[in-house]
T-cell receptor, first 112, second 116 residues
Framework: KQEVTQIPAALSVPEGENLVLNCSFT??????LQWFRQDPGKGLTSLLL?????REQTSGRLNASLDKSSGRSTLYIAASQPGDSATYLC???????????FGKGTSLLVTP | KAGVTQTPRYLIKTRGQQVTLSCSPI?????VSWYQQTPGQGLQFLFE???????NKGNFPGRFSGRQFSNSRSEMNVSTLELGDSALYLC???????????????FGPGTRLTVL
């Protein structure tokens, strides 16, 4: 069973800092990996999707990388803003399944 | 293009009752998945439907069931509610079937179920 871990569980940074969120997974037979953002009491917003054949994806100030051999993905947020404050979730889909396996998330607070 | 919609947004039920939640996927999406989110367990997969067929099921008791209609709308039902069923229930849709497709999943706002 695919296990996904996110470190750190919580992070507080001042506005303007660049930051990295980490995600690790146990089954390297990964089909794709998706990063989401969740605001309190809300649903999930898809940020980036990386296919297993890709090494990274970029969208605006966000860059996600994937290293299947080490079972790791990182989400890089450049020039953080208070509006980036949310919980960030990483989810991996294995080759054998249809379900997304989620980490517990990293709660990010960006202070003005 | 409208996103994934879920109704109702909030529900309060008592133990032993049953509940039905509804999900309308993004137009053209044929795959619908359901997830339960709780503070302790995080997000856990319930089941996934494609073309009215359940293709995969998570590790939940038989009290949790679902179905998908020909227009891809989906419902999930929980019978004999327990206190531990209190959670945010999220529905996600994706364009195509099978794990061999680029299946970016888009989530709805969720239904907050409280069991008293």
């Amino acid at each position: 069973k695919q296990e996904v871990t996110q470190i750190p569980a919580a992070l507080s940074v001042p506005e303007g800092e660049n930051l990295v969120l980490n995600c690790s997974f146990t089954d390297s037979a990964i089909y794709n990996l998706q990063w989401f953002r969740q605001d309190p009491g809300k649903g999930l917003t898809s940020l980036l999707l990386i296919q297993s054949s890709q090494r990274e994806q970029t969208s605006g100030r966000l860059n996600a990388s994937l290293d299947k051999s080490s079972g790791r993905s990182t989400l890089y947020i450049a020039a953080s803003q208070p509006g980036d404050s949310a919980t960030y979730l990483c989810a991996a889909r294995s080759n054998s399944g249809y379900a997304l396996n989620f980490g517990k998330g990293t709660s990010l607070l960006v202070t003005p | 293009k409208a996103g994934v919609t879920q109704t109702p947004r909030y529900l309060i039920k008592t133990r032993g009752q049953q509940v039905t939640l509804s999900c309308s996927p993004i137009s053209g999406h044929r795959s619908v998945s359901w997830y339960q989110q709780t503070p302790g367990q995080g997000l856990q997969f319930l089941f996934e439907y494609f073309s009215e067929t359940q293709r995969n099921k998570g590790n939940f008791p038989g009290r949790f069931s679902g179905r998908q209609f020909s227009n891809s709308r989906s419902e999930m039902n929980v019978s004999t509610l327990e206190l531990g069923d209190s959670a945010l229930y999220l529905c996600a849709s994706s364009l195509a079937g099978g794990p061999r497709f680029i299946n970016e999943q888009f989530f709805g706002p969720g239904t907050r179920l409280t069991v008293l």
